[in-house]
């Protein structure tokens, strides 16, 4: 009865499917491409589709790092490196230099992606368009015939509404010309990361059942109106409190007994970066794991 | 160079798995696989159902293992499933082959065959037992012996293998339109993923292993006001039925018998309208099928409604939308993605911050 775990879990069948489906995705950036999405010993939700690409993937050679919200010691990042691990044996590393696969929710690292790496990013909604219209059927045609004015519309009311386009994580972008995509629940500030990526971005939506790329050297674009341009998160004049690092994402936190808010970077292993550079010795916590 | 530690996620996660295996023994009791596979009958055929695996024993391990939460044990048993190839099709199964062990219909009072009521908490009242809590093995033993004597000089005076569909009477009546048989090979939807619109293979496949609760809900609305629906059980059956593979020179006769399954099959008729040419309109039986794994009725019967909204519905009624029923029933990606919310969301909250603040400092302007 007791069955040996196979490497990287899947069978060698349904690994092959998915990186069917990868090829295909690459060779149409921003295209969703169908995938038989399996079901994952981790929740529908919680990085399935990611999970599903890093296994189908990875070999014994690779090194990979997990990221849930900027922090590789966030909980989820830990249980979903674990279960890689568990699976292949392979290393796994905190410094983004360092992996050759990086799956992460909902951030790019702040240090530049390189040719020999590949990122992975988790999906919960890969569907662009589908807070203008909740039929996959009808959104399906949408993509083939073109048509994005949805999406547009969506920005143009939020100006009508708010007098500036208010749009959160996950702002659409237009991938070599041609398919609005989801670039997952990445901030504004990341989207920019992906314009011309060294490295392959892989998103995958495990629930949605959907995996989509931005290959390399691919332009990428956030959609905006030429008067009201595209902004990122500004944390004008903020700097880190640990590594002092600016024009980075950042976390806001809040100091109980002062009740200041201070910033601190989103980034972990960036910011031990820096504070190793500078060889300050210091304890940081990851309070997201509290 | 000085080196910054980093902790948190790793010990907390280990420290809340202790807590976990805590929370499951600390009151020194265990529960064995073999009294969960006897005594739970009713749970452990929900998830094998709402698994798509059919396995009493795993199913069983799967509850222990979750202390006997629905939605857990059945992730860990599809999550399972993932792990196994896919090796074998089994031949189509024709379901007047069913070792019947119960069969109802409300359509008509004298089905050839006969009713058969089976095993069914239909008709006990809903009084708690006390006499269940000093149950004795022995008292057990003797009420069985006694009932098995019975039993066995009962059975000798019936087949109950091949009884008589109710559709067909039906049919010899010319009261259902004649259905030509499609005999397209099925998709099959763990292997692909669907693609709307589906086809009805698709659809009965994702509403057999759709959610109990969720399954019935649905079908709950549609008869209720959202879907107008009135259908009627033609027949529910309980039984076994043989599988079978196929060998490789595809000769019947050579099949490999692989075991049987328990399934729970309803055939409910819904009356419909079929316009004329004179704009007049006929009335006509449409049929509404449903099948699940083990005896679970409901949602066999709610299947088999939700079949026939999805099949002919006009669109008006969320139950009669397939993406609105296909893509919100599953168990596990219904209860994955609202259980996801408990997952940190700093990053998208920080940005709708940003956002929000923004649009004040615009609207102060």
């Avoid at chain 1, 909902?106 to 662009?128: F, N």
């Avoid at chain 1, 210091?282 to 509290?290: I, M, Q």
């Avoid at chain 2, 159902?49 to 202390?67: M, N, P």
């Avoid at chain 2, 058969?116 to 809590?133: E, M, P, V």
Wanted: net charge negative; hydrophobic share 35%.
């Amino acid at each position: 009865m007791q069955l040996k775990t196979h490497f990287a879990l899947f069978d060698e069948g349904s690994k092959k499917e998915i990186r069917r489906a990868i090829l295909k995705a690459v060779a149409i950036p921003g295209y969703q491409v169908p995938f038989a999405s399996r079901e994952m010993p981790i929740a529908r939700g919680w990085g399935t589709g990611g999970l599903q690409l890093t296994l189908s993937i990875i070999g014994k050679q690779d090194v990979l790092k997990v990221i849930d919200q900027g922090a590789d010691e966030s909980v989820n990042a830990v249980n979903i490196q674990k279960l890689v691990n568990k699976t292949t044996g392979v290393a796994t590393t905190i410094e983004t230099g360092e992996a050759t696969i990086i799956q992460s929710r909902h951030r790019i690292p702040e240090v530049p992606l390189t040719e020999k790496q590949i990122m992975v990013l988790q999906v919960p909604i890969p569907e662009p368009l589908r807070w203008v219209e909740p039929s996959e059927y009808k959104t399906k045609k949408l993509h083939a015939e073109n048509d994005y004015s949805g999406a547009w519309l969506m920005l143009f009311e939020q100006i009508m509404k708010y007098g500036k386009t208010a749009t959160n994580a996950d702002h659409p972008v237009l991938v070599h010309d041609r398919y609005v995509m989801a670039p997952s629940p990445i901030p504004r500030f990341d989207n920019t990361k992906m314009h011309q990526s060294e490295a392959l971005i892989l998103l995958g939506a495990g629930r949605e059942k959907k995996v989509y790329a931005v290959p390399p050297y691919t332009n990428v674009t956030s959609l905006a109106f030429d008067d009201h341009p595209f902004e990122v998160e500004s944390f004008d004049g903020k700097h880190c409190h640990l590594c002092q690092a600016t024009n980075v994402f950042m976390d806001e936190l809040v100091n109980q007994d002062t009740g200041e808010t201070y910033y601190q970077c989103n980034d972990t292993s960036y910011c031990l970066a820096e504070l190793n550079e500078h060889e300050h010795v210091l304890e940081v916590a990851v309070e997201h794991a509290r | 160079m000085a080196y910054v530690a980093v902790k948190g996620g790793t010990e907390a996660i280990e420290e809340s798995i202790k807590r976990l295996t805590f929370e499951r023994i600390h009151a020194q009791e265990l529960l064995e696989i073999k009294t969960i596979m006897a005594t739970m009958r009713g749970m452990v055929d929900q998830v094998m159902s709402e698994s798509s695996l059919y396995s009493e024993f795993l199913a069983a391990l799967a509850i222990k293992q979750s202390e006997g939460n629905m939605e857990e044990a059945v992730f860990l048993l599809r999550a399972h499933r993932s792990t196994l190839p896919r090796l074998y099709y089994t031949r189509v199964v024709e379901t007047d082959t069913m070792a019947v062990e119960r069969r109802i219909s409300a359509s008509f009072k004298d089905i050839p065959g006969g009713q058969i009521l089976g095993a069914t908490y239909d008709y006990t009242h809903r009084l708690l037992d006390f006499d269940l809590i000093d149950e004795s093995k022995a008292e057990m033993k003797d009420w069985l012996d006694q009932f098995i004597g019975e039993e066995v000089a009962a059975a000798k005076e019936s087949n109950l293998s091949l009884l008589p569909k109710v559709v067909d009477y039906l049919r010899k009546e010319q009261l259902l339109s004649e259905v030509p048989d499609d005999q397209t090979e099925p998709i099959d939807v763990t292997k692909q993923s669907i693609q709307f619109p589906t086809t009805r293979a698709e659809r009965l496949q994702v509403l057999t292993r759709g959610q109990t609760g969720a399954v019935t809900s649905l079908g709950y609305a549609a008869i209720r006001g959202y879907g107008a629906i009135h259908p009627t059980v033609g027949e529910l059956r309980v039984g076994k039925l043989p599988l079978t593979i196929g060998n490789l020179s595809d000769d019947l006769e050579n099949d490999y018998y692989i075991g049987d399954i328990k399934v729970t099959e309803v055939e409910s008729f819904v009356p419909i309208s079929i316009p004329k040419e004179n704009n007049t309109e006929e009335i006509e039986f449409e049929i509404g099928y449903g099948i699940c794994y083990g005896q679970n009725e409901t949602k066999a019967i709610a299947m088999s409604i939700l079949d026939q909204s999805l099949e002919l519905g006009s669109g008006v009624h969320p139950t009669q939308d397939e993406e609105f029923v296909l893509l919100h029933i599953d168990s596990v990606e219904s209860s994955g993605f609202i259980s996801h919310l408990k997952l940190p969301h700093y990053v998208t909250f920080q940005s709708k911050l940003d956002s929000i603040r923004k649009i004040k400092k615009e609207s102060e302007k």
